[in-house]
Structures are given as structure tokens and as C-alpha cells.
């Protein structure tokens, strides 16, 4: 998994669901795809779709930008210290 923006989001997607007790088989059913994309999108293979990750926000009962918002400035300083 690349350290990209699609690779942030989809850890933002396991660690809202993992909250909230919720895996793989959770998110196929979500967003009505096969167990493979699921896992695909889950690991940051692939990226989610806007639609896909508003399904998602809705079934965890948050708002889309949670998933999607970049980190602050702070936290990206952290990082590059």
C-alpha cells in the first residue's frame, strides 16, 4: 500500500468501522460488491469512489468528510520532523 491520499482514506474507513465493530464482510455488503473488492478498497488497492464512500459515512452514521479530511497541519508537521 502506497503512503497516499487514497491510502489515508482507506485507513480512515478500517478505523471507523473497526470502532464501531464492523470488518470486511460489512463493507462488501455496504457497498453491494464482491468479497475480493471489498478487501481491494479495505487494504487501499484500490480507492473508493465518492458514492462508495458516501454509503459508507451513512451506514457508520458519520459524515462523509470524516473519512475524507486531510490532516491538519499540525499532524503533518509531526510527521516530517
Given at each position: 500500500?502506497?503512503?497516499?491520499?487514497?491510502?489515508?482514506?482507506?485507513?480512515?474507513?478500517?478505523?471507523?468501522?473497526?470502532?464501531?465493530?464492523?470488518g470486511q464482510a460489512d463493507l462488501?455488503?455496504?457497498l453491494g460488491k464482491s468479497q475480493q473488492t471489498a478487501s481491494n478498497r479495505w487494504r487501499g488497492i484500490h480507492p473508493y469512489t465518492v458514492d462508495e464512500l458516501d454509503l459508507i459515512a451513512r451506514y457508520l452514521g458519520i459524515a462523509v468528510e470524516v473519512l475524507i479530511a486531510p490532516p491538519t497541519y499540525a499532524a503533518a508537521e509531526k510527521v516530517g520532523a
Open positions: 500500500m502506497h503512503s497516499t491520499y487514497s491510502a489515508r482514506v482507506a485507513a480512515e474507513v478500517r478505523a471507523h468501522m473497526a470502532r464501531q465493530g464492523k462488501a455488503t455496504v
